[in-house]
């Protein structure tokens, strides 16, 4: 029986979702890590479980990329409001505040994709799963 060995990027969804920094070009190699940081692939998954999977990337590609987005334009918007002698120390906090959810909603929603992969596989695959993860 040929064991076939699956490379793994460095990244881990893991890494991305606890390292998460919170500027918008943290917020792309967020979503582009976790993505890409696990070759499912190599989990020798069923058709379903492909179609599945193909699913929730799809959905987390359409939800990352909206709340990517607004968190680039509330930081411009921000770097606009502070330079502003007239906005108000509460519109500034707020708009701040606006940015600090949506970065992190969108370290949520990285994580239950994960999760919601994660539950599609049987116990052997999880136990490849962590493998691949923790080495």
């Not at 411009?76 to 007239?86: A, I």
Request: aromatic letters at 8%; a positive charge.
């Amino acid at each position: 029986m040929e064991t076939r060995r699956c490379k793994l990027p460095v990244i881990s969804i893991l890494a991305a979702v606890f390292l998460f920094s919170g500027s918008a070009n943290s917020c792309v190699r967020m979503a582009t890590a976790s993505s890409q940081a696990i070759n499912w692939e190599c989990l020798n998954l069923t058709l379903s479980q492909q179609a599945q999977i193909k699913i929730l990337d799809k959905e987390w590609q359409k939800t990352s990329t909206e709340i990517i987005y607004q968190i680039k334009y509330d930081k411009k918007l921000l770097k606009s409001l502070l330079t502003n002698p007239f906005i108000s120390d509460i519109a500034i906090r707020n708009l701040q505040n606006r940015i600090l959810m949506n970065q992190k909603k969108l370290r949520y929603c990285a994580m239950e994709n994960f999760l919601q992969k994660r539950r599609l596989l049987t116990f052997r695959q999880r136990q490849k799963l962590h493998g691949m993860l923790s080495g």
